[in-house]
T-cell receptor, first 113, second 115 residues
Framework: AQKITQTQPGMFVQEKEAVTLDCTYD???????LFWYKQPSSGEMIFLIY??????QNATEGRYSLNFQKARKSANLVISASQLGDSAMYFC??????????FGAGTTVTVRA | EAQVTQNPRYLITVTGKKLTVTCSQN?????MSWYRQDPGLGLRQIYY???????DKGDVPEGYKVSRKEKRNFPLILESPSPNQTSLYFC??????????????FGEGSWLTVV
């Protein structure tokens, strides 16, 4: 069974600062993918970044980077230079060989001006 | 434009009145699934389908039915809705082919309230 753990229910960050959102996972699949999604108050799920379990380098997408530590089963999201529009709920998710996407409980980020 | 379309987006219904939430994708994806989102629990999979006429239960299938008669459509059926099915529902689809499967498309969500 797959399990995703996000231990931070909510976080505050000052505008223009960086913030790290924690995510740990548990799986017995040798091959898997890790995803981060953003969910603003309007409700839609916005894909941010993807990391494959065999990818050698940490994924980056603009201001988003994924700090992937395979041995520790950790896939933290780093948002650099936070903006007011980054205020949202953030979900970590994992997909194993059965294609099922398992989600963590989410972290609410509030960016302060 | 690649998209997953859910309808209705918002619905208030009464206990016991059957309803269907439709989901359609235009990308010829094999894999489709339904999730419900509840506070503090993230998104949990209700049902999924690997292809036409192939469906299976996810983590929280009780009270729901699905069908996959056509590749593009994957409706979620609540035969007798109850208040504990009040939730935000998402349909998602993806290819099963190699790295294409790393891109998962979500619908915009359906806010369902059962009173």
């Amino acid at each position: 069974a797959q399990k995703i753990t996000q231990t931070q229910p909510g976080m505050f960050v000052q505008e223009k600062e960086a913030v790290t959102l924690d995510c740990t996972y548990d799986t017995s699949d040798p091959s898997y993918g890790l995803f981060w999604y953003k969910q603003p108050s309007s409700g839609e799920m916005i894909f941010l970044i993807y990391q494959g379990s065999y990818d050698q380098q940490n994924a980056t997408e603009g201001r988003y980077s994924l700090n992937f530590q395979k041995a520790r089963k950790s896939a933290n999201l780093v948002i650099s230079a936070s903006q007011l529009g980054d205020s949202a709920m953030y979900f970590c998710a994992m997909r194993g060989r059965d294609y099922k996407l398992s989600f963590g409980a989410g972290t609410t980020v509030t960016v302060r001006a | 434009e690649a998209q997953v379309t859910q309808n209705p987006r918002y619905l208030i219904t009464v206990t016991g009145k059957k309803l269907t939430v439709t989901c359609s994708q235009n990308m010829n994806h094999e894999y489709m699934s339904w999730y419900r989102q509840d506070p503090g629990l993230g998104l949990r999979q209700i049902y999924y389908s690997m292809n036409v006429e192939v469906t299976d239960k996810g983590d929280v299938p009780e009270g729901y039915k699905v069908s996959r008669k056509e590749k593009r459509n994957f409706p979620l059926i609540l035969e007798s809705p109850s208040p504990n099915q009040t939730s935000l529902y998402f349909c998602a689809s993806s290819s099963l082919a190699g790295r294409s499967g790393n891109t998962i498309y979500f619908g915009e969500g359906s806010w369902l309230t059962v009173v």
